[in-house]
């Protein structure tokens, strides 16, 4: 699989959790031919997860919406997974 994570050292070191999501739209093509396509967004676990976690629910393109650890990692085998750095600020990526 894969992975692409736009985390600084910096961040990796501060306490965080990953807002995560399957993209049906593109899953199984492109970067993720032949597999899944996840997206993740890094939150500060002292900001607003849960508002990145519902704007992340009300996505079109979201299933299996999720919160992992920091040090999540995806499944080996065909795919891409993205990890974005979130400022709530305005809940998009950086």
């Known amino acids: 699989m894969k992975f692409e994570d736009e985390r600084t050292p910096e961040q990796m070191e501060t306490p965080h959790v990953i807002v995560m999501m399957t993209d049906r739209v593109l899953s199984g093509w492109g970067g993720a031919t032949g597999g899944p396509s996840y997206a993740g967004w890094a939150v500060r676990t002292d900001r607003r997860v849960n508002d990145v976690l519902c ?40």
Request: aromatic share 10%.
């Open 55 to 94: 704007w992340v629910e009300s996505r079109g393109d979201a299933l299996r919406v999720r919160v992992v650890g920091s040090d999540y990692r995806p499944p080996s085998g065909p795919g891409h997974c993205h990890i974005y750095t979130s400022r709530f600020d305005g809940v998009e990526q950086d």
